[in-house]
């Protein structure tokens, strides 16, 4: 099935529909494209708008409208006295007519509570409300659905009903966003009004090239500093909602157990897979594959591309080509992650033996890692600064190596600034935050993340790992392609962290048992 007037709307924030603009289908049909065969009769044109059912269903208020507001609140509250705007994001091509699925920017659906594929050029606006600064007044501007006489409903593959299914009337949207909702044209009026010495503009950068040219028009139009100025109060913005989802609130961190447990049913049939791994010239795809069943059934799909990889591999840190056999006798790491319909993710690896049970040397590496993990596991909990969690797998880590004799000098040395030899075999960071990004909250500032104290319902991961290539001449030959790294997922606690990942085996023998369960 293929489009006969690919992206006829030409500028994202070009809202209105092309008769509405005043183009005939004629000139839709022609322009740049030679080879539709759509009728432009008036027969055609007035018969293809009648007949529709015009009832609109009611609308459900989204669940996470009822956190939305105390996060906007926050967020006036922490950039006072600044309208801010924070675009969904636009459709981006893949290949000549055809887009990737949208997918929206993580702010947006922060603050505004859409998740999926919701909804490409709208625009989320908050500002402090006249009566109270404290308190955020929310607008959201989208382009709602266009009615069955214009040409949009047939002719327009991006946004027609016809082609991309049921959109949203204005009522609709606000019912189930709890907030005001306009049309996307009346967005260039609303960002300007009374912007000036006592009311700034900002915007999310790098989010929709459009929208941030018209903020920055709209600023210097009235009298608001360009240049590094505006970057650096564009950069506050992203730094500020990054640190503002460092601590997940109740919604959220319901949203990352359902992330994780859909992780687990998709390992588990991963597992159920593996038979048919080993049989396939490319058994990694297969593993992707099954994963990717799980993910996109259960949720909106992978929350980053899943790596899948099978002996020496596993030593490449982002293999996400996954194009190797799975062969009997090695170990498969796979890092996948099942994103949910309100868009967070989980992120967990398990290194598994293929054959079902691991040898000793692969047991050797895999015991060093999951103790390095496990002593993260002991000290993690509310006080400890972040970047203590790192240092407490490389103490394990570097030790071990040091007991196999890899290392050109002590553990101790290793460990110092000016040693580090131990890293050539873990070049990743142990933690990083988790959520609606894989990488969450990664704009906040050092001292806000790495240097911080762990707060309960902070959400991260714990992964530490050991690599050793097969062309690694540091190694002994037993070691070389056996790559290792065991990733769950945390929730601090008042008094620790709780694994949210837990329900999937992590031990050796339980990861054996485990595997002989699902055995098909
Ligand atoms: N899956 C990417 C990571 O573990 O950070
Ligand atoms: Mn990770
Ligand atoms: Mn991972």
Redesign the pocket.
């Known amino acids: 099935m293929s489009n006969e007037n690919p992206h006829s709307t030409d500028s994202p924030l070009s809202t209105t529909t092309p008769q509405e603009r005043g183009t005939s289908p004629e000139e839709l049909s022609s322009r740049g494209d030679t080879r539709s065969q759509r009728p432009t009769s008036e027969a055609f044109r007035e018969f293809i708008a009648s007949g529709w059912d015009e009832t609109v269903p009611d609308a459900e208020r989204l669940e996470a409208a009822a956190h939305t507001p105390a996060r906007r609140d926050a967020l006036v509250q922490a950039i006072p006295g600044t309208r801010l705007v924070l675009p969904a994001g636009v459709l981006k091509v893949r290949s000549n007519d055809t887009d990737y699925p949208f997918r929206p920017d993580t702010a947006f659906a922060y603050y505004t509570g859409l998740g999926t594929d919701e909804e490409p050029d709208s625009v989320l606006v908050v500002e402090p409300s006249a009566e109270d600064p404290a308190v955020a007044e929310a607008t959201y501007f989208f382009r709602p659905r266009a009615g069955f006489d214009s040409t949009e409903f047939y002719a327009d593959s991006r946004y027609g009903e016809m082609w991309v299914g049921r959109r949203p009337t204005l009522a609709e949207a606000s019912q189930r966003l709890g907030i005001e909702v306009r049309h996307i044209d009346e967005l260039r009026d609303h960002l300007a009004k009374d912007v000036g010495a006592s009311l700034s503009l900002s915007v999310m950068p790098q989010v929709d090239a459009a929208v941030e040219e018209m903020v920055q028009e709209i600023r210097e139009q009235n009298g608001l500093p360009g240049g590094e100025d505006a970057r650096r109060e564009f950069d506050r913005l992203q730094e500020v909602s990054s640190e503002q989802r460092l601590v997940k609130d109740a919604y959220e961190i319901a949203q990352m157990r359902e992330a994780v447990d859909a992780t687990i049913r998709g390992f588990e049939d991963v597992v159920r897979h593996l038979p048919e791994a080993v049989g396939h010239r490319r058994g990694e795809r297969v593993i992707e594959g099954v994963f990717a069943r799980t993910a996109r059934a259960d949720g909106n799909g992978v929350g ?1 591309d899943t ?1 899948a990889a099978a002996g020496d591999h596993a030593c490449t840190l ?1 293999w996400i080509r996954n194009d190797g056999a799975v062969q009997e006798g090695e170990l498969v790491l796979i ?3 099942v994103e949910v319909d309100s868009l967070y993710t989980a ?1 967990v ?1 398990r290194t598994l033996p293929v054959s079902g049970t691991f040898t000793p040397t692969q047991r050797k590496v895999y015991d060093a890692v999951l103790e390095a993990a496990d002593a993260v596991f002991a000290v993690a909990r509310p006080g400890l600064r972040f970047r203590d969690l790192h240092a407490t797998a490389m103490d394990v880590v570097a030790r071990h190596l040091e007991g196999w004799g890899l290392l050109p000098g002590s553990a101790e040395e290793s460990l110092s600034p000016e040693g580090q030899w131990h890293r050539r075999w873990m070049v ?1 960071g142990t933690s ?1 935050h988790l959520g609606m990004d ?2 969450d909250c990664a704009k906040a500032r050092r001292e806000m993340y790495l240097d911080a104290e762990l707060v309960p319902g902070m959400v991260f ?1 714990i ?1 530490p790992g050991l690599y050793f290539k097969e062309n690694d001449l540091l190694v002994p030959e037993e070691l070389r392609g056996i790559g290792v ?1 065991i ?1 769950d997922d945390v929730l601090v606690t008042e008094d620790g962290v709780e694994n949210l990942s837990i329900a999937l085996p992590r031990r050796a023998e339980e990861i054996e048992a485990w595997m002989a369960t699902l055995k098909p």
Request: avoid cysteine.
């Open positions: 980053y790596i982002h890092d996948a992650g992120d690896t990743h990083h894989v990488h991961t992964e790294r990733e």
